[in-house]
């Protein structure tokens, strides 16, 4: 049986997951409602999208080899799961104040999820 590829689903896919690459530069939007709130610093806010860029770099270049042994599915799964766990993670340090969860979750772990990607 002869089974072919959906070039469409392919370039959604590929599209989508640029789609959330992308979606690290929309870190502005936050920076005003996160300094009205909790009253923290601009320099610390911005370091949160420093961070996230840092590990989005590091991931890309460090886990290159992943993507080709593994291929464009797992390695979009791995993408998906990190940037999803630190986006609702970020939610969650929001909630809770917490200027080194948000760090964590959103510069660490969906950093790597975008860099993955």
């Known amino acids: 049986m002869n089974k072919s590829k959906n070039r469409w689903l392919i370039a959604t896919s590929a599209v989508g997951i640029h789609l959330s690459i ?23 806010i911005s370091l949160t999208f420093s961070i996230a860029i840092l590990f989005l770099g590091l991931s890309a270049a460090f886990m290159g080899h992943f993507v080709e042994k593994y291929g464009p599915r797992a390695s979009g799964f791995f993408s998906a799961f990190f940037f999803g766990i630190g986006m609702t993670g970020s939610v969650f340090a929001v909630y809770l104040s917490s200027l080194p969860l948000l760090y964590l979750f959103y510069g660490v772990l969906a950093g790597i999820g975008l860099g993955v990607g």
């Open 22 to 44: 992308g979606s690290v530069y929309a870190w502005s939007v936050f920076t005003n409602p996160l300094h009205q709130t909790f009253q923290w610093s601009l320099t610390e």
